[in-house]
C-alpha cells in the first residue's frame, strides 16, 4: 500500500461491485479509514456527500497540513519513531526531516497515482484528491490525550480515542474455571495480536516464556493462534481466542504482556492494568514509548527476551507498585469525559448529516493557504525588507558622503601636485 499506492484504487474500481453502487445507489454520507485510503475519497465527490475520515491512530503527516494546521515535528513525534514529546536536537532534526518527507510523500506520489488511475479508471473529470482532501466535513482520530501527545488540531479533527473501549463482562466459563483459585496472586494476560503467530515463534524464545511462567505463582492465559503446544505448564492457559477486553477488566488481572498496539494499550489503561511491551513494528514503538515515559509501561525487545530478562521485567511490573499506580491514575484521566467516545462519534456524524457537510464554520481558512503563507514566510520577509530599509538608507548616506569625501580629496591631491 505505501510504495503502491494504485493497488487499492485499481482493486476497488475494477470491483463491478463497486460500479454498481455508484451506478445505482446514494448516500448520506461517505466515511472512510486515513490508512492509505486515499482511492476512496471520491466516492464522497461521485455521490456529492460530505466525506468523513477515521484513524486508527493520531492524524497522519500530510493530511492536517490539508485541513490548514501546521505540521508540529518540534513536539509531535512521527508515528514511526520511537521518539516522546521530549526530543533532543539530533531527534527534532531527524523528525521534521521524516514528518514533512512522508507528508511531500503522500500529496506527490501517492495522491498523484491515485488521482490518475481514478480518472483512467472511472470518473474522468474527478478533482485532484488535495483538493477533496482540503473540503473534508470531519476527521475521527483514535486518539485521547491520556494516551497520545496533545496538538493543536483544527475543529473538523474530533478525538475518540478508546471509542471501543468498555466495562468488562462475565467471563466465559472455562476462564471462569481456570482462574478460580488465582485470587491471591492474580493472573497474567499474553496477546500479541493477530500479526504474530505463536505457533512459529522460535523454539528457544517460546522455551524462555514457557519455563518463566513456569516459575510464576501468578496465573497466565496466552493467546495461541494455531496448533496447541503440549509442554505447557499447568499455570499456562492457551488459547486461540480470548474476551482481551472481559480479561483486562477482571479483579485478578495483574499485568498485560501485549506488542503494544495502540487499541490493546488504551483497553490497558481504561481498565489501569500496567504493561510489559514487545513492539515489533509500525507504530508499537511510538505507542510504548509514550507508555513508559507514562510509568504504567516497560519496554523489551524481541531479539532481548530469554528467561532471565522475561523474568526481570515481569518481577518489576508486578512488585513495583509505581506501574499499576500510573495505570490506575491514567485509567481516571481516560473515562473522565463528559461524553463517551462513541456518543462524541455518533453526535457529529449526524451533526455533519444534518447540515449536508456544511462545516465552513469549522475550516480553517489556512487550509487554501500555501505553505510559506500559513508559516507567514512572505509576511516576515517583508517586514525585514521594512526593517533594512532604514539601514539601506543610512549607508547609502554614507556611502555618498564617502563618495563626496574621496573626490574632494582627489581634487585637492591633483591640485597640489600641479602647483
Not at 494504485?6 to 472512510?32: C, K, P, S, W
Not at 491515485?114 to 466535513?137: A, F, M, Q, Y
Not at 476527521?139 to 466495562?167: K, Q
Request: hydrophobic content about 45%; charged content about 20%.
Amino acid at each position: 500500500m505505501f510504495t503502491r499506492p494504485g493497488i487499492i484504487a485499481e482493486t476497488l474500481y475494477n470491483d463491478q461491485r463497486v460500479r454498481d453502487l455508484m451506478a445505482n445507489d446514494h448516500f448520506d454520507l461517505v466515511m472512510v479509514s486515513i490508512t492509505f485510503n486515499a482511492a476512496s475519497y471520491p466516492l464522497a465527490w461521485h455521490f456529492k456527500t460530505p466525506l468523513v475520515m477515521m484513524t486508527p491512530n493520531a492524524i497522519f503527516p500530510g493530511v492536517i497540513t490539508s485541513l490548514g494546521e501546521e505540521e508540529q515535528p518540534s513536539h509531535i513525534p512521527f508515528f514511526m519513531s520511537s521518539f516522546t514529546n521530549q526530543m533532543n536536537l539530533f531527534q527534532r532534526t531527524v523528525n521534521t526531516f521524516t514528518t514533512h518527507l512522508f507528508g511531500y510523500f503522500i500529496h506527490q506520489f501517492h495522491h498523484e497515482k491515485i488521482h490518475g488511475i481514478v480518472r483512467k479508471t472511472i470518473l474522468p473529470d474527478c478533482p485532484p484528491l488535495l483538493e477533496l482532501e482540503r473540503n473534508i466535513s470531519l476527521v475521527f482520530t483514535n486518539t485521547h490525550p491520556s494516551i497520545n501527545y496533545a496538538r493543536a488540531m483544527p475543529p473538523v479533527i474530533v478525538e475518540v480515542g478508546g471509542i471501543h473501549c468498555r466495562p468488562a463482562r462475565p467471563l466465559p466459563r472455562d476462564l471462569e474455571n481456570f482462574l478460580a483459585d488465582s485470587d491471591d496472586f492474580g493472573f497474567i494476560l499474553f496477546a500479541v495480536g493477530s500479526m504474530l503467530p505463536m505457533e512459529k515463534m522460535a523454539e528457544d524464545l517460546a522455551q524462555s516464556f514457557i519455563q518463566t511462567f513456569a516459575r510464576l505463582p501468578q496465573k497466565v492465559i496466552w493467546q495461541w493462534k494455531g496448533k496447541i503446544r503440549t509442554d505447557l505448564p499447568a499455570n499456562v492457559l492457551a488459547i486461540p481466542w480470548l474476551p482481551q477486553q472481559d480479561l483486562l477488566g477482571h479483579s485478578g488481572c495483574r499485568g498485560f504482556i501485549t506488542h503494544g498496539g495502540l487499541n490493546s494499550l488504551q483497553e490497558a489503561i481504561f481498565h489501569g492494568v500496567p504493561v510489559l511491551g514487545l513492539p515489533f513494528g509500525i507504530d508499537q514503538y511510538l505507542n510504548l514509548a509514550r507508555a513508559v515515559n507514562d510509568g504504567y509501561a516497560l519496554q523489551l525487545e524481541w531479539r532481548d527476551v530469554d528467561e532471565s530478562t522475561l523474568s526481570a521485567a515481569i518481577d518489576k511490573l508486578l512488585f513495583n507498585r509505581s506501574f499499576s499506580i500510573a495505570a490506575r491514575r491514567l485509567s481516571g484521566l481516560l473515562r473522565d469525559q463528559l461524553q463517551s467516545p462513541l456518543e462524541r462519534a455518533v453526535f457529529w456524524t449526524e451533526y455533519v448529516i444534518r447540515h449536508n457537510g456544511s462545516m465552513d464554520h469549522l475550516r480553517l481558512g489556512s487550509r487554501k493557504l500555501a505553505p510559506y503563507q500559513r508559516s507567514l514566510i512572505d509576511v516576515y520577509l517583508v517586514l525585514v525588507l521594512i526593517a533594512s530599509l532604514p539601514l539601506w538608507l543610512v549607508f547609502l548616506c554614507l556611502r555618498c558622503c564617502w563618495s563626496t569625501k574621496t573626490k574632494a580629496a582627489t581634487a585637492m591631491s591633483k591640485k597640489s601636485k600641479q602647483e
